[in-house]
């Protein structure tokens, strides 16, 4: 854990790795776009909820697959499956404590829209904390693990790569991350599509709650 002194950039992806993945947060967006899908493609809501799964496994993200093969609106899309209710997610306190003392820049890289992120965050109590958000819209709808994605999201903030960390629940999207040569840490959870993959050697840590991972490093820090 001793290298992670030397990391100047801390990218945190959103969903499931912000807030624990347990909450009913994705299970709103999954079936808002179950029904987007049924709507826009006039199928019934079990043909849309094949279509959506299908989607996510081919292209990395539902909405990549139905632009590729629908060319609908992206924004439309992203407008309505992150209009949920967020009233359950609380203020994080310990998390909050532990960003603050991160001195360090710090960026939320999420496959979600700005909206989004704005909204959790905000949620939690610590959508002040972050130097810049790299969502879907601003990677040009290109999601996560594709290469091309962490080479925007490098390009924009002038991130050195070999002195970042990227904190992620999808275990896939660690590889990319650790190609370009930054450290990574899986959130360990026992969704099948995101711990596939969770035993291979581009994820350097491992750590069930992101506030303890941080709570060590900064504990670390201050000896």
């Known amino acids: 854990m001793k290298s992670l002194l030397n990391v100047k950039y801390w990218i945190f992806d959103l969903d499931n790795t912000l807030y624990e993945g347990k909450t009913k947060v994705f299970s709103q967006v999954s079936k808002k776009m179950t029904e987007f899908i049924s709507k826009k493609l006039n199928v019934n809501l079990i043909k849309a909820k094949e279509i959506q799964k299908e989607y996510f496994h081919e292209y990395n993200t539902t909405l990549n697959g139905m632009i590729k093969n629908h060319k609908i609106n992206p924004k439309e899309f992203l407008d309505f499956v992150h209009n949920i209710d967020l009233n359950f997610l609380q203020k994080d306190l310990p998390l909050r404590e532990e960003l603050k003392k ?15 992120a704005l909204n959790v965050t905000a949620r939690l109590g610590i959508e ?23 080479k925007k999201l490098i390009s924009k903030f002038k991130i050195e790569p070999k002195k970042s960390i990227l904190i992620e ?9 650790k190609e370009f040569g930054m450290k990574t840490v899986w959130i360990q959870n026992n969704e099948p599509w995101a711990s596939k993959h969770s035993n291979e050697k581009f994820i350097d840590f491992k750590t069930k709650k992101l506030s303890d991972f941080l709570k060590q490093v900064n504990m670390l820090k201050s000896l």
């Open 102 to 116: 991160i001195k360090e820049k710090k960026y939320i890289y999420t496959n979600a829209s700005n909206y989004h």
């Open 128 to 150: 002040e904390l972050f130097d810049g958000i790299f969502d879907i819209e601003t990677s040009d709808f290109i999601p996560k693990p594709s290469v091309e994605s962490y």
């Open 169 to 177: 629940d999808i275990a896939i999207n660690l590889k990319p991350a």
